[in-house]
């Protein structure tokens, strides 16, 4: 799958190579992911809050619908499904991480979470247990409940990219400018160490 920036949405067989779908949107794609099972396809772009997710394989519009974020020109940086396919987690340039129940669909987030309405959140990611993984501009690493409510905060510049170990909600790993991967280990209060120190090996 690949997002670009003139709106252009494809998703690309790797068995063949070959462009199975496309679609071109009215602003530039700035997250593109597919549920844990595979059935869906959510989209979120610059400038517009509206989050978009297909039906796979037939790549037709399932739902449409506003993140809940600030403003309806928000961009959303990531979003994310949870493991159980019933949920969605975005995160956006105003500073919100916001949740909504997808299946059923739900008219209304289920929790609006702002950090920082100042900055950027840049990256957000489910555990397996609901948690959800941050950072942002406010160059903070964090963990959300599965509620909502902050449970442990690191300070960590540069910060692009988060994930947690898998099938874990105790370990989270952010991807930094300084070309190392940082590990927030929430079993010592959050502790920051270095898990990858960059180079070549």
């Known amino acids: 799958m690949t997002a670009a920036a003139s709106g252009k949405l494809s998703v690309i067989s790797f068995?063949?190579?070959?462009?199975?779908?496309?679609d071109t949107l009215s602003n530039d794609v700035y997250t593109a992911k597919f549920s844990k099972n595979g059935n869906w396809l959510g989209v979120g772009q610059m400038g517009s809050?509206?989050?978009?997710?297909?039906?796979?394989?037939?790549?037709?519009?399932?739902?449409?619908f506003?993140?809940?974020?600030?403003?309806?020109?928000?961009?959303?940086?990531?979003?994310?499904?949870s493991?159980?396919?019933?949920?969605?987690?975005?995160?956006?340039?105003?500073?919100?991480v916001n949740q909504r129940t997808i299946s059923p669909?739900?008219?209304?987030?289920?929790?609006?979470?702002?950090i920082d309405n100042t900055k950027s959140i840049v990256s957000c990611k489910y555990?397996?247990?609901?948690?959800v993984g941050i950072s942002g501009t406010d160059n903070n690493m964090r963990i959300l409940r599965s509620w909502g409510s902050i449970q442990s905060t690191q300070s960590k510049n540069g910060v692009k990219d988060v994930d947690f170990r898998a099938y874990s909600d105790v370990f989270?790993?952010?991807?930094?400018?300084?070309?190392?991967?940082?590990?927030?280990?929430?079993t010592s209060g959050g502790a920051i160490r270095t898990a990858y120190n960059g180079g070549d090996e």
């Open 15 to 22: 068995a063949t190579s070959n462009v199975v779908w496309s």
């Open 49 to 64: 809050d509206t989050i978009r997710i297909y039906n796979v394989p037939s790549f037709t519009l399932n739902m449409s």
């Open 66 to 81: 506003s993140a809940g974020h600030a403003s309806s020109s928000t961009t959303i940086n990531e979003l994310d499904f």
């Open 83 to 96: 493991y159980d396919n019933t949920k969605i987690v975005t995160c956006g340039s105003d500073g919100y």
């Open 105 to 114: 669909f739900s008219a209304t987030t289920d929790w609006r979470t702002a």
């Open 127 to 131: 555990a397996s247990s609901g948690k």
């Open 172 to 186: 989270l790993y952010g991807a930094c400018t300084d070309n190392k991967l940082y590990e927030m280990d929430t």
